[in-house]
């Protein structure tokens, strides 16, 4: 951190970090009608029952996603829970402290990635990030974080199947990754790395397929649109592959669309934005 502050002359010391969606727990649940003063304890009680994990051990954040506290008409509140174990967060102080950071908040990476992708949009909104270590599904409407999934397929893990498959280093691996991605070819290596990936694509599309019937299912409601964020959102034929798959718009997501660069750097940023989305999306809340 110091040396690429360092290099990009960073003069501010002020921090925003994100938390990995793997290391957070995201619940929702229902609550009858109560006051705000009433609403902490209510949402600590109901916490018991969802937390995987002791209520002493972890940190709790909330936000009522339908409803009103204290509504006169007396509706029932849904509220979005999100736990990150205490250990989690003292180890991002003590990077802050050590580089020599003030750290202003710690946030789940998907509210960084709503933030950046989604901003004014209103329709209901799919949001995959393909990260370096795990996949996270999650489902925003009018801008409202509805329910969010973490697991193990990353882009790391394409990478090495395809080394393991076609026995060469990692970094080779990668390079092909990039270059060929899932798109049809007869020619090899095209061919042969369609072939590895795909099965492990498939998987992803099960997991997000998982997701969107969830979501159904409590919300009578179907996905509108999907947005892909993350460097391997770039895998040449996965966003044709996710929109003929789902019959949904699908597009890759760009944090600089709404941010003012200088003309020669428009290109550039939007083939790489969205491996920068989470970053972006942080840096909005610094802002805000």
Known sequence: ?????????????????????????????????????????????????????????????????????????????????VAVPNEVINQYRKIAEISGLELLALEAEVFGLARSLIGERKEIILLVDIGAQSTTCSIIEKRVLKMSYSFDMSGNELTEVIAKGLGIDYKEAEALKEKYGILSSLETPASEVREILLPLVDVILKEIEKV?????????????????????????????????HFKKETEIGNPFSNIFCPPILEQTLKEMGSAYAIAVGMALRGLE
């Open 1 to 81: 951190i110091k040396a690429v502050m360092d290099e990009a002359k960073i003069k501010t010391h002020h921090v925003v970090f994100s938390i990995p969606d793997f290391s957070s727990f995201f619940t929702s649940f229902e609550l009858p009608p109560m006051t705000g003063e009433e609403l902490p304890t209510a949402v600590r009680y109901e916490a018991h029952r969802y937390v995987p994990l002791p209520l002493a051990e972890v940190t709790l954040d909330w936000q009522v996603i339908e409803g009103k506290v204290s509504d006169p008409k007396k509706e029932k509140l849904k509220v979005l829970l």
């Open 212 to 244: 969107s019937q969830n979501f159904y299912l409590t919300e009578g409601k179907d996905i509108q649109k999907i947005i892909m964020a993350g460097a391997s959102s770039f895998l040449p034929g996965l966003k044709e592959y996710f929109q003929s």
